[in-house]
Protein backbone atom coordinates (compact mmCIF):
# COMPACT_ATOMS: atom_id res chain seq x y z
CA UNK A 1 0.00 0.00 0.00
CA UNK A 2 1.04 3.58 -0.76
CA UNK A 3 1.60 5.91 2.07
CA UNK A 4 -1.51 7.21 2.75
CA UNK A 5 -1.72 11.25 2.94
CA UNK A 6 -1.62 12.67 6.44
CA UNK A 7 -4.55 13.75 8.45
CA UNK A 8 -3.98 17.45 8.83
CA UNK A 9 -6.98 19.02 8.98
CA UNK A 10 -9.87 18.20 11.81
CA UNK A 11 -13.72 19.37 11.06
CA UNK A 12 -15.48 20.18 14.38
CA UNK A 13 -19.18 20.39 13.76
CA UNK A 14 -20.33 22.94 16.12
CA UNK A 15 -23.51 24.65 15.36
CA UNK A 16 -25.79 22.65 17.28
CA UNK A 17 -28.46 24.70 19.48
CA UNK A 18 -27.76 22.70 23.07
CA UNK A 19 -31.34 22.86 23.59
CA UNK A 20 -30.50 19.95 26.30
CA UNK A 21 -28.99 22.59 28.46
CA UNK A 22 -30.92 25.64 28.77
CA UNK A 23 -30.98 27.54 29.54
CA UNK A 24 -27.51 27.56 30.36
CA UNK A 25 -26.67 27.47 26.66
CA UNK A 26 -29.18 30.15 25.94
CA UNK A 27 -26.19 32.67 25.32
CA UNK A 28 -23.47 30.55 25.54
CA UNK A 29 -22.39 27.55 22.86
CA UNK A 30 -22.65 24.24 24.53
CA UNK A 31 -19.19 23.46 23.38
CA UNK A 32 -18.19 26.27 25.91
CA UNK A 33 -19.43 24.43 29.16
CA UNK A 34 -16.98 23.43 31.20
CA UNK A 35 -15.54 20.19 32.46
CA UNK A 36 -13.64 22.05 35.75
CA UNK A 37 -11.64 24.22 34.09
CA UNK A 38 -11.33 23.94 29.99
CA UNK A 39 -14.38 23.97 27.82
CA UNK A 40 -15.50 20.94 25.84
CA UNK A 41 -13.98 22.47 23.13
CA UNK A 42 -10.85 22.83 24.45
CA UNK A 43 -10.71 18.87 25.27
CA UNK A 44 -11.49 18.08 21.69
CA UNK A 45 -8.62 20.36 20.33
CA UNK A 46 -5.95 18.83 22.71
CA UNK A 47 -6.73 15.53 21.09
CA UNK A 48 -7.15 16.77 17.56
CA UNK A 49 -3.25 18.60 18.18
CA UNK A 50 -2.06 15.62 20.19
CA UNK A 51 -2.59 13.28 16.68
CA UNK A 52 -0.82 15.68 14.71
CA UNK A 53 -3.65 17.98 13.46
CA UNK A 54 -2.44 21.10 12.24
CA UNK A 55 -5.58 23.35 10.40
CA UNK A 56 -9.06 23.54 12.96
CA UNK A 57 -12.03 24.11 11.33
CA UNK A 58 -15.03 24.54 13.00
CA UNK A 59 -18.79 24.29 11.55
CA UNK A 60 -20.06 27.16 13.27
CA UNK A 61 -23.49 29.03 13.58
CA UNK A 62 -25.07 32.04 15.17
CA UNK A 63 -24.39 32.85 18.87
CA UNK A 64 -21.22 30.64 18.48
CA UNK A 65 -18.69 33.59 18.38
CA UNK A 66 -17.17 32.74 22.00
CA UNK A 67 -15.97 29.51 20.73
CA UNK A 68 -13.29 31.45 18.23
CA UNK A 69 -13.09 34.42 20.99
CA UNK A 70 -11.75 31.56 23.30
CA UNK A 71 -8.95 30.06 20.82
CA UNK A 72 -7.97 34.01 20.17
CA UNK A 73 -4.82 36.04 21.90
CA UNK A 74 -6.69 37.96 24.85
CA UNK A 75 -4.67 41.22 24.65
CA UNK A 76 -6.22 42.77 27.34
CA UNK A 77 -6.38 40.03 29.77
CA UNK A 78 -2.85 39.20 28.92
CA UNK A 79 -1.74 42.44 29.65
CA UNK A 80 -3.11 43.00 32.48
CA UNK A 81 -2.08 39.22 34.06
CA UNK A 82 1.59 40.42 32.98
CA UNK A 83 1.61 43.87 34.72
CA UNK A 84 -0.01 41.68 37.94
CA UNK A 85 3.41 39.05 37.26
CA UNK A 86 0.38 36.14 36.98
CA UNK A 87 1.81 33.28 34.94
CA UNK A 88 0.05 32.57 31.52
CA UNK A 89 0.67 29.05 31.39
CA UNK A 90 -3.67 28.30 31.44
CA UNK A 91 -3.63 29.99 28.93
CA UNK A 92 -1.67 27.81 26.47
CA UNK A 93 -3.73 25.30 25.18
CA UNK A 94 -5.60 28.24 23.65
CA UNK A 95 -3.33 29.24 21.73
CA UNK A 96 -3.70 28.21 17.56
CA UNK A 97 -0.70 29.17 15.30
CA UNK A 98 -1.90 31.70 13.01
CA UNK A 99 -4.08 31.06 10.39
CA UNK A 100 -4.78 27.61 11.44
CA UNK A 101 -8.47 28.19 12.67
CA UNK A 102 -10.71 28.19 10.36
CA UNK A 103 -14.80 28.42 10.61
CA UNK A 104 -17.29 27.97 8.46
CA UNK A 105 -21.12 28.92 8.98
CA UNK A 106 -23.88 26.09 8.51
CA UNK A 107 -26.53 28.77 7.90
CA UNK A 108 -29.14 26.34 8.52
CA UNK A 109 -29.41 22.86 10.83
CA UNK A 110 -29.79 19.90 8.29
CA UNK A 111 -27.90 17.35 10.08
CA UNK A 112 -24.44 16.53 10.63
CA UNK A 113 -23.65 15.55 7.15
CA UNK A 114 -24.68 18.80 5.92
CA UNK A 115 -22.68 20.31 9.00
CA UNK A 116 -19.29 18.56 7.45
CA UNK A 117 -20.03 18.98 3.93
CA UNK A 118 -20.02 22.68 4.56
CA UNK A 119 -16.06 22.21 4.68
CA UNK A 120 -15.94 21.19 1.43
CA UNK A 121 -13.77 23.75 0.25
CA UNK A 122 -11.68 23.95 3.10
CA UNK A 123 -11.07 20.41 3.18
CA UNK A 124 -10.04 20.05 -0.44
CA UNK A 125 -8.32 16.95 -1.63
CA UNK A 126 -6.93 15.86 1.40
CA UNK A 127 -8.12 13.07 3.93
CA UNK A 128 -9.58 15.07 7.54
CA UNK A 129 -10.42 14.10 10.60
CA UNK A 130 -14.08 14.79 11.96
CA UNK A 131 -14.24 15.33 16.14
CA UNK A 132 -18.16 15.49 17.98
CA UNK A 133 -17.31 17.67 21.23
CA UNK A 134 -19.77 15.82 23.00
CA UNK A 135 -17.92 13.21 23.00
CA UNK A 136 -15.12 13.29 25.53
CA UNK A 137 -13.06 10.48 24.67
CA UNK A 138 -10.20 10.11 27.71
CA UNK A 139 -7.55 7.66 27.19
CA UNK A 140 -3.87 7.57 27.91
CA UNK A 141 -3.03 8.09 24.48
CA UNK A 142 -5.82 10.19 22.90
CA UNK A 143 -8.78 8.94 21.16
CA UNK A 144 -7.82 10.35 17.76
CA UNK A 145 -4.13 9.36 17.95
CA UNK A 146 -5.08 5.82 18.02
CA UNK A 147 -6.92 6.74 15.24
CA UNK A 148 -3.98 8.16 13.44
CA UNK A 149 -1.59 5.19 14.34
CA UNK A 150 -4.19 3.05 12.53
CA UNK A 151 -4.54 5.11 9.50
CA UNK A 152 -1.00 5.10 8.82
CA UNK A 153 -1.39 0.65 9.06
CA UNK A 154 -4.60 0.45 6.78
CA UNK A 155 -5.71 4.15 5.28
CA UNK A 156 -8.84 4.63 3.81
CA UNK A 157 -11.51 6.02 6.29
CA UNK A 158 -11.76 4.76 10.08
CA UNK A 159 -14.35 5.69 13.01
CA UNK A 160 -13.94 4.88 16.48
CA UNK A 161 -16.36 2.70 17.74
CA UNK A 162 -18.11 1.72 21.22
CA UNK A 163 -20.25 -1.00 22.96
CA UNK A 164 -23.15 0.11 24.08
CA UNK A 165 -26.15 -2.04 25.76
CA UNK A 166 -28.15 -3.22 22.65
CA UNK A 167 -31.46 -1.33 24.16
CA UNK A 168 -29.40 2.17 23.86
CA UNK A 169 -28.38 1.89 20.08
CA UNK A 170 -31.17 3.70 18.23
CA UNK A 171 -29.66 6.94 19.39
CA UNK A 172 -26.27 6.05 17.36
CA UNK A 173 -24.96 5.14 14.24
CA UNK A 174 -24.25 1.60 14.20
CA UNK A 175 -21.76 -0.47 12.28
CA UNK A 176 -22.20 -4.29 10.69
CA UNK A 177 -19.00 -5.81 11.87
CA UNK A 178 -16.85 -7.86 9.08
CA UNK A 179 -13.12 -9.36 9.74
CA UNK A 180 -11.52 -8.46 12.61
CA UNK A 181 -7.63 -7.57 11.63
CA UNK A 182 -5.70 -7.50 14.89
CA UNK A 183 -7.32 -4.40 17.04
CA UNK A 184 -9.45 -3.06 14.24
CA UNK A 185 -12.60 -4.76 12.59
CA UNK A 186 -13.66 -4.46 8.97
CA UNK A 187 -16.99 -2.08 8.65
CA UNK A 188 -19.22 -3.73 6.27
CA UNK A 189 -22.25 -1.57 6.81
CA UNK A 190 -23.29 1.64 8.53
CA UNK A 191 -26.79 2.14 9.63
CA UNK A 192 -28.28 4.93 11.55
CA UNK A 193 -30.39 4.98 14.29
CA UNK A 194 -32.06 1.73 13.40
CA UNK A 195 -34.61 0.00 15.55
CA UNK A 196 -33.15 -2.22 18.32
CA UNK A 197 -34.60 -5.26 15.91
CA UNK A 198 -32.67 -3.86 13.22
CA UNK A 199 -29.23 -2.81 14.44
CA UNK A 200 -26.25 -4.90 12.96
CA UNK A 201 -24.29 -5.07 16.25
CA UNK A 202 -23.75 -3.12 19.24
CA UNK A 203 -20.79 -1.40 18.35
CA UNK A 204 -21.89 2.53 18.04
CA UNK A 205 -20.04 5.27 15.82
CA UNK A 206 -18.42 7.22 19.16
CA UNK A 207 -17.92 10.61 17.29
CA UNK A 208 -14.39 10.24 16.16
CA UNK A 209 -13.64 9.65 12.01
CA UNK A 210 -10.78 10.07 9.50
CA UNK A 211 -12.39 10.44 6.04
CA UNK A 212 -11.32 10.48 2.14
CA UNK A 213 -12.66 13.68 0.52
CA UNK A 214 -14.97 11.24 -1.66
CA UNK A 215 -17.12 11.19 1.36
CA UNK A 216 -18.18 15.34 0.27
CA UNK A 217 -19.30 14.46 -2.63
CA UNK A 218 -21.95 11.62 -1.39
CA UNK A 219 -22.62 14.91 1.03
CA UNK A 220 -23.29 17.09 -1.92
CA UNK A 221 -26.40 15.01 -3.31
CA UNK A 222 -28.10 15.87 0.11
CA UNK A 223 -30.05 12.68 0.53
CA UNK A 224 -32.01 12.63 3.69
CA UNK A 225 -32.09 9.70 5.85
CA UNK A 226 -32.94 9.36 9.42
CA UNK A 227 -34.89 12.28 11.12
CA UNK A 228 -35.39 13.48 7.68
CA UNK A 229 -31.63 14.94 7.94
CA UNK A 230 -28.55 14.53 6.04
CA UNK A 231 -26.41 12.09 7.57
CA UNK A 232 -22.88 11.53 7.73
CA UNK A 233 -23.70 7.72 8.56
CA UNK A 234 -25.39 7.36 5.14
CA UNK A 235 -22.89 9.13 3.37
CA UNK A 236 -19.97 6.65 4.91
CA UNK A 237 -21.73 3.82 3.90
CA UNK A 238 -21.03 4.45 0.72
CA UNK A 239 -17.94 4.21 0.57
CA UNK A 240 -18.17 0.83 1.56
CA UNK A 241 -16.82 -1.16 -1.09
CA UNK A 242 -15.17 1.39 -2.60
CA UNK A 243 -12.74 2.08 0.13
CA UNK A 244 -10.98 0.70 2.59
CA UNK A 245 -13.31 1.02 6.21
CA UNK A 246 -12.00 -0.03 9.70
CA UNK A 247 -13.32 0.27 12.97
CA UNK A 248 -11.46 0.92 15.79
CA UNK A 249 -12.67 -0.02 19.67
CA UNK A 250 -11.48 3.03 21.57
CA UNK A 251 -9.04 2.02 24.63
CA UNK A 252 -9.66 4.61 26.96
CA UNK A 253 -13.15 5.99 29.04
CA UNK A 254 -15.92 7.75 26.83
CA UNK A 255 -18.53 10.11 28.47
CA UNK A 256 -21.15 11.22 26.41
CA UNK A 257 -21.71 14.98 27.58
CA UNK A 258 -24.76 15.60 25.39
CA UNK A 259 -26.19 14.43 28.48
CA UNK A 260 -26.62 16.13 31.79
CA UNK A 261 -25.54 12.75 33.65
CA UNK A 262 -22.99 12.29 31.42
CA UNK A 263 -21.25 15.45 31.96
CA UNK A 264 -21.55 15.24 35.48
CA UNK A 265 -20.02 11.71 35.43
CA UNK A 266 -17.11 13.59 33.40
CA UNK A 267 -16.51 16.40 36.05
CA UNK A 268 -16.42 13.91 38.55
CA UNK A 269 -14.59 11.36 36.56
CA UNK A 270 -11.77 13.88 35.67
CA UNK A 271 -11.86 15.73 39.21
CA UNK A 272 -11.15 12.53 40.91
CA UNK A 273 -7.80 12.41 38.72
CA UNK A 274 -6.29 15.66 38.81
CA UNK A 275 -4.21 15.72 42.20
CA UNK A 276 -5.07 18.96 42.88
CA UNK A 277 -9.05 18.05 43.41
CA UNK A 278 -8.72 14.70 44.28
CA UNK A 279 -8.83 14.24 47.84
CA UNK A 280 -11.15 17.34 48.10
CA UNK A 281 -13.68 16.07 45.92
CA UNK A 282 -13.52 12.45 47.08
CA UNK A 283 -14.50 13.51 50.26
CA UNK A 284 -16.79 15.74 49.34
CA UNK A 285 -18.49 12.54 46.96
CA UNK A 286 -18.79 9.81 50.12
CA UNK A 287 -20.25 12.56 51.95
CA UNK A 288 -23.06 13.54 49.52
CA UNK A 289 -23.53 9.83 49.13
CA UNK A 290 -23.81 8.88 52.90
CA UNK A 291 -27.19 8.49 54.73
CA UNK A 292 -26.67 10.51 57.69
CA UNK A 293 -29.34 12.78 57.73
CA UNK A 294 -26.75 15.52 58.03
CA UNK A 295 -25.23 14.55 53.91
CA UNK A 296 -28.85 14.52 53.02
CA UNK A 297 -29.57 17.96 54.32
CA UNK A 298 -25.97 19.50 52.83
CA UNK A 299 -26.84 17.84 49.55
CA UNK A 300 -30.05 20.02 49.11
CA UNK A 301 -28.03 23.21 49.95
CA UNK A 302 -29.62 23.51 53.59
C1 LIG B 1 -24.20 11.62 15.83
C2 LIG B 1 -24.00 10.64 14.69
C3 LIG B 1 -24.11 9.20 15.18
C4 LIG B 1 -23.12 8.97 16.31
C5 LIG B 1 -23.35 10.01 17.42
C6 LIG B 1 -22.27 9.91 18.49
O1 LIG B 1 -25.55 11.50 16.27
O2 LIG B 1 -24.97 10.90 13.68
O3 LIG B 1 -23.84 8.31 14.13
O4 LIG B 1 -23.26 7.67 16.82
O5 LIG B 1 -23.31 11.35 16.89
O6 LIG B 1 -22.53 10.79 19.53
P1 LIG B 1 -26.26 12.67 17.14
O7 LIG B 1 -25.74 12.54 18.53
O8 LIG B 1 -25.91 13.96 16.50
O9 LIG B 1 -27.73 12.35 17.07
Redesign the pocket.
Known amino acids: MAKPKPIRKAVFPVA?LGTRFLPATKAMPKEMLPIIDRPLIQYAVDEAREAGIEQLVFITGRGKTAIVEHFDMAFELETTMRDRQKALDALAPTRIQPGNLLTVRQQVPLG?GHAIWCARAVVGDEPFAVI?P??LMVGKTGCLKQMVDAYAEVGGNLISVLEVPHDAVS????IAPGARKGKLTEVTGLV??PRIEAAPSNL????RYILQPEVMQILGRQERGAGGEI???DAMAQLIGRQPFHAVPFAGRRY?C?SKAGFVEATLALALARPDLADDVRRTALELLGATPLAKASAMGC
Not at 171 to 174: A, E, I, K, M
Not at 204 to 207: D, E
Open positions: GLLDESYGVEKIVSGQLTDG
